[in-house]
């Protein structure tokens, strides 16, 4: 699906960074994999010029997700988890697409979390963050139609990875009764079928797709 193109993945050590880059270049994806830490304001520039030609973008963004209650958030938590999960998806954009305009072409995914979707107990900042990205995509996706580019996210939650739900948690007695208790498959989505379902999304037969915010849970759903 992706033959010669090239791919940028964020954070490609993270998240659903690895396997991302397994699956992409299954399918003939020249993967550009960074690990560059995106924090500082101009990491996100200096990682799209060395990659060069970007057909593609996966903006694959993490961090740990604080489990604090509202009351106790502070504003190093807030500030923190922003400039992890929000603050670099301007920045890279800026970046990438005066090529992707140049050319009438690009494609930009986020790999985003359903954490916005749901109301969920002390998450409120995490939560917080996640929602920004996908509203963010939503407006951007459809500005940036204009210009033959496809920019969307994917929502997900209760997929394997290594970040949110390491082998040790998965293991976890209380969390395999949870997966049966909320999550309608019963088991989480698995780390390929994702980024199966990523690939797609960044394929040329998913150009009809702008500003698109894709739910990957397992059944587990918005109410």
């Known amino acids: 699906m992706l033959q010669g193109k090239r791919i940028l993945i964020t954070q490609a050590d993270a998240f659903m960074g690895p396997v991302l880059c397994?699956?992409?270049?299954?399918?003939?994806?020249?993967?550009i994999p960074s690990t560059q830490s995106l924090i500082d304001s101009t990491a996100p520039a200096a990682v799209v010029a060395s990659a060069g030609k970007i057909d593609i973008l996966v903006a694959n963004l993490a961090v740990p997700a604080p489990t604090t209650a509202a009351i106790d958030v502070s504003d190093a938590e807030w500030k923190d988890t922003f400039a992890a999960?929000?603050?670099?998806?301007?920045r890279l954009f800026r970046a990438v697409l005066p090529q992707m305009i140049e050319r009438r072409a690009g494609r930009i995914l986020v790999m985003g979390s359903a954490s916005a979707l749901r109301g969920m107990k002390r998450a409120s900042t995490y939560s917080a963050a996640r929602g920004a990205q996908l509203a963010y995509v939503q407006s951007v996706g459809v500005e940036l139609a204009?210009?033959?580019i496809?920019?969307?996210?994917i929502a997900q939650n209760f997929v394997d990875n290594p970040t949110y739900f390491p082998s040790d948690?998965?293991?976890?007695?209380?969390?395999q009764e949870r997966l049966k208790r909320e999550v309608p498959l019963g088991?989480?989505?698995?780390a390929r079928e994702d980024a199966e379902f990523?690939?797609?999304?960044?394929?040329?037969?998913?150009s009809c797709f702008v500003g698109q915010v894709f739910p990957v849970c397992g059944g587990w759903v918005a109410r």
């Open 187 to 190: 088991r989480l989505v698995g």
């Open 169 to 175: 948690v998965q293991a976890n007695p209380r969390f």
């Open 22 to 31: 397994e699956v992409f270049a299954e399918h003939g994806a020249f993967v």
């Open 150 to 153: 496809q920019v969307n996210a």
């Open 198 to 206: 990523a690939a797609y999304l960044c394929s040329d037969p998913a």
């Open 85 to 90: 999960l929000v603050d670099p998806l301007p």
């Open 146 to 148: 204009a210009h033959n």
